[in-house]
């Protein structure tokens, strides 16, 4: 009985060391490879900060017009958009806000997800920030993969949260899928720009491999 709870406490303390090394080299990994930056194209952007990453795209192209699909939301020039789970995005405004409970549920997937969408302007540059210039098409698959995780009402359109936002230029919506340790907002956005044939890691649950594979890919 003692040789088996030791192994199970050994198993348990590798899982960490084991989910970080997985993390690490899938993380290196790419998933197309071969993609390169249009001469002539849409801008796109990732913006990821140590935990999290938003997709930004522009409010409206010939591709795809944002400024009809999302109900409560103003217009501007791009939008940030990011996945996550429903009562860390509602509760969690500031790290000092972070309850163990919630990032527990968060974790083990017990909570919904919400779609956070911001409006802003140019993107500014700095470390956190990388443009990746790609095709019509290219950004069309993405926008569809983007669209996607909307759950939408009866009358076709993302539901949005009414009251709930930061400030005056965000909005919350219902989103489709389950947040988990292996499901992460990093590895939602990692989903969307691999389905949209754009160069990113294998995995991500992470957002520094995002960053490191949009990098690659200047």
Not at 19 to 46: C, E, H, K, M, T
Not at 179 to 189: D, K
Request: glycine content about 8%; some cysteine.
């Amino acid at each position: 009985m003692k040789k088996a709870l030791l192994r199970l406490l050994l198993i348990f303390c590798c899982l960490p060391f084991l989910y970080g090394l997985a993390a690490l080299v899938l993380g290196l990994v790419p998933v197309n490879p071969g993609f390169r930056q249009s001469a002539q194209g849409i801008d796109i952007y990732l913006h990821a900060n140590a935990v999290h990453t938003d997709l930004i795209v522009p409010m409206h192209t010939d591709t795809s017009d944002w400024r009809g699909k999302l109900p409560n939301l103003g217009n501007a020039e791009y939008l940030a958009i990011g996945w996550g789970d429903r009562a860390f995005y509602l509760e969690t405004k500031q790290w000092s806000d972070l309850k163990a409970g919630n990032a527990l549920r968060a974790l083990t997937g017990q909570d919904g997800t919400l779609l956070h969408v911001e409006l802003m302007g140019q993107p500014p540059e700095s470390a956190e920030v990388v443009k990746l210039r790609i095709s019509a098409v290219q950004y069309a698959k993405l926008a569809d993969a983007i669209d996607a995780a909307f759950a939408k009402g009866a009358d076709g359109k993302p539901i949005v949260i009414a009251g709930a936002h930061y400030d005056e230029r965000d909005a919350f919506y219902e989103a489709v899928g389950r947040y988990s340790l292996f499901a992460t907002c990093n590895e939602w956005a990692r989903a969307a720009l691999a389905q949209a044939g754009i160069r990113t890691a294998a995995w991500a649950p992470f957002s520094q491999a995002l960053l490191y594979q949009a990098g690659a890919a200047q």
